[in-house]
């Protein structure tokens, strides 16, 4: 049946885009997770340093 | 200078946890059982065929928006009056989750609408009102993207996610009288659900659930990942006061 | 015992919204900027109306409230940013707060500010209409739709001008935000301005109208409740 | 007249989410007292300012004016008003006269017997020639004396100077000068400059802000002239 592509179009999209938002926020996070340690060792470092 | 560290950040912090891991497991459940009995279990429909299982996407897509623009209103009203942080961080990371699911459930809706009403798009009533509640809600994430990330924001976007919500059934209810006062179009709008057989009126509600949960899902991690760039950013404008 | 609304000292608002819309007006006055400025460009538009859409008098009446209705919010966005933008090129809105100034009251002296300069709009762009297209706009009901159609207009483009005021890209800004908040407004009042002119009897009307005086009501509140958070830094 | 005393306290103020332009600053200014706050671009100094006159709200901590909050309803529009702020900005419709400008104001604050404390305020700064002229007319100059002469209407009983010597010629800031020294007295005075010399002639306690934190605070008994001048360019040579 011709309306049932309709319906696989509109599900196949569905998913690229969640999972296309799901790699972009992962992505994210574990880049802005990177940053976080890679401060808070340049913090600890520093404190040594103060002491 | 001990305290300007970035352990002194004020806000609660979400540790990734057991909300994060239920919620991700919950909606994968739930949304692989959601599409069995969409795309499977539940009959197909004798007038429309295959394209009217479009409709257990579209309608939770649709829902799930509406329900992020919710949270966006119930928060910028929590902001405004407690003035912490998480209620604007969860207003804006609803605001972009809406969006999202509000633009699957209009491009859904229109794939749908192609072979069923032979057009793609109808300014009808809820047509129009969709358009103009994601319209709204681009505009504000234009407006946080131009004013830049600070109170003065969070307050304007605030404002407008009030204003923004409280216009939308103004919105429904001129698109309605305009068209009653006006030739309608001859197409019909009912979805007609009042002979739905009970598979797909199960189907639809399960879809629905699964749909929420999701929501719920991302909109943990969302806001997880808002507080940690939120971190970095203190942590570093901590280590340029050094 | 003072008069209080909404918490506030009545008698003291009403005079400072009084100084400050004197304050406006003299400014405009002087200047004499917005006004004109506005005119000018609701004429522009009202010229390319009638050739994009090739008006006669056939298919006018059917067209004429929408353009009416299309060339007052363009024209009246372009007065409404000036409005603000004109406030903070000298921080003068700064000077006004550091008198013991309710905002409200800067609410209530601006929106009435833009209220009167589009209603003057107004008036010049329907007897521009009669002249240009010779359709007949002096109907009763519509003098009742304009104006409700400008205040509304006023009671919320206000704010949406305030808070756009500092921004990068206000220009553009402005109408994107306020574009869709305006839609409701703008259907009831080409609606009711067409049917207007189809001579209808008030019962017709009537959703119209209060559908108008409840947009207006409901976006006076917000605001004038709201403003504060918008102009505070 | 007791004057007004000031209290910050764990004053800090962002304007970008992660970005403190103050933070944590402590300061307490007594009745009477004239504060010169020094220090380089970008250090806080105008975004103090603000917060003490109640046009920039604290994001962290308290700013009291005689006890009172400038930002606790009609209790804070009364501190408000007992307040003078003189910027760099001279807040002042171009289009309208000099009259205008100062009878808005005065009306804005509620003064009573407008037309007299008007034309003492100009001839204070020496503008009564001037004062049917449009203010956008005017020389730098003139619109800065105007702006002082605004914000000394109601007679406040703290005055808060922005650098309010930039863009003056010589002459101009020696009767801005001598101006702070006579026809200010009784009051409390907070000041910032980046014009060492001056700043030091009109006050008597002197702040050296950097980065957002109170850098150095001292009473000009405890120093001199020429120690405070060499400490302040050490402070400023130091910063990046």
């Known amino acids: ?51 | 200078m001990k305290d300007l560290t970035i352990n002194s950040t004020p806000q609660k912090q979400y540790r990734p946890g057991t909300s994060l891991v239920i919620t991700a497991i919950a909606s994968t459940v739930a949304l692989s059982v959601g599409f069995y009995m969409a795309l499977i279990y539940a009959p197909e429909e004798a007038l429309q065929g295959g394209a009217q299982r479009i409709f257990y996407l579209h309608v939770p897509a649709l829902w799930v928006g509406a329900l992020a623009f919710l949270v966006v209103f119930i928060s910028s009203l929590g902001y405004l009056f407690s003035r912490n942080t998480i209620w604007d961080i969860i207003a804006r990371s609803s605001a972009e989750m809406g969006v999202i699911f509000l633009t699957l459930g209009i491009v859904a809706g229109a794939i749908w609408a192609r072979p069923i009403w032979g057009i793609w798009y109808s300014f009808d009533p809820r047509g129009t009102t969709t358009l103009v509640l994601w319209l709204t809600y681009v505009s504000y994430i234009m407006l946080r993207s131009i004013v830049g990330s600070g109170p003065r924001t969070s307050r304007l976007s605030a404002f407008l996610g009030i204003v923004g919500f409280i216009n939308v059934p103004l919105v429904f209810m001129a698109t309605r009288w305009w068209r009653t006062l006006h030739p309608a179009p001859t197409i019909v709008t009912s979805d007609s659900e009042s002979g739905m057989p009970q598979e797909m009126f199960l189907a639809f509600l399960v879809c629905l659930g699964a749909f929420t949960i999701f929501y719920a899902f991302l909109m943990i991690y969302r806001v997880q990942l808002e507080q940690i760039v939120e971190r970095v950013q203190t942590a570093r404008s901590t280590l340029g006061l050094f | 015992m003072k008069k209080r609304a909404f918490g506030k000292d009545l008698p003291g608002l009403i005079q400072q919204t009084w100084l400050l819309l004197k304050k406006d007006a003299l400014v405009e006055l002087r200047s004499k900027e917005s006004i004109p400025l506005m005119i000018v460009f609701c004429i522009v538009s009202l010229v390319i109306f009638n050739f994009t859409f090739d008006l006669r008098t056939s298919n006018v009446t059917l067209l004429a409230p929408g353009i009416l209705w299309v060339s007052f919010i363009f024209s009246g966005l372009l007065g409404l940013g000036r409005s603000f933008t004109r406030e903070t090129e000298r921080e003068t809105l700064a000077g006004i707060r550091l008198a013991p100034v309710d905002p409200a009251a800067i609410y209530l002296s601006k929106m009435l500010a833009c209220f009167f300069s589009v209603t003057i709009l107004q008036l010049l762009l329907t007897f521009l209409m009669v002249v240009f297209f010779d359709v007949n706009l002096a109907k009763p009901f519509v003098a009742v739709a304009l104006p409700l159609g400008s205040l509304g207009f006023a009671a919320i483009g206000t704010p949406f001008a305030a808070m756009t005021m500092n921004t990068r890209a206000r220009e553009a800004l402005l109408p994107v935000l306020l574009l869709p908040v305006l839609l409701p407004l703008v259907l009831a009042v080409v609606s009711s301005t067409a049917l207007a002119m189809d001579n209808v009897e008030w019962n017709e009307i009537s959703l119209w109208i209060h559908f108008l005086i409840g947009y207006d009501v409901l976006f006076l509140t917000i605001s004038f409740l709201g403003f504060q958070i918008i102009v505070e830094e | 007249m007791d004057g007004t005393n000031l209290t910050a306290i764990n004053l800090g103020k962002k304007f970008h989410q992660h970005q403190f332009v103050l933070r944590h600053l402590d300061l307490h200014v007594k009745p009477n007292q004239r504060v010169g706050i020094f220090g380089p671009n970008g250090a806080g100094k105008t975004t103090l300012l603000k917060l003490m006159t109640g046009l920039f709200r604290p994001t962290e901590g308290t700013i009291e004016i005689d006890g009172i909050s400038p930002f606790s309803g009609a209790e804070g529009a009364r501190i408000r008003s007992s307040l003078g702020f003189v910027s760099h900005q001279t807040y002042l419709y171009n289009e309208m006269t000099v009259l205008e400008n100062l009878d808005l104001h005065g009306k804005l604050h509620g003064i009573k017997e407008r037309r007299t404390r008007i034309i003492t305020s100009l001839e204070n700064v020496g503008m009564t020639d001037h004062m049917n002229r449009p203010v956008g007319q005017l020389s730098r100059g003139m619109q800065q004396r105007i702006a002082l002469a605004r914000s000394t209407l109601h007679e406040p009983e703290l005055i808060v100077f922005d650098e309010p010597d930039t863009g003056l010629d010589d002459f101009a800031r020696e009767k801005l000068q001598g101006f702070m020294q006579t026809g200010l007295s009784e009051r409390t005075m907070i000041i910032t400059t980046h014009n060492l010399e001056l700043g030091m002639a009109v006050t008597d306690r002197w702040i050296i802000l950097l980065n957002g934190v109170i850098a150095y605070d001292i009473d000009s008994v405890a120093t001199t002239n020429e120690d405070f001048s060499y400490t302040y360019k050490q402070i400023m040579s130091s910063t990046p």
Do not use: C, P
Request: proline share 0%.
């Open chain 1, 1 to 51: 049946m011709n309306n049932a592509i309709f319906a696989f179009i509109a599900y196949a999209l569905l998913w690229a885009m969640l999972i296309a938002y799901i790699v972009i926020l992962a992505k994210r996070q574990s880049e802005m997770r990177g940053q976080l340690d890679e401060i808070e060792h340049a913090l600890t470092t520093q404190d040594t340093k103060q002491e």
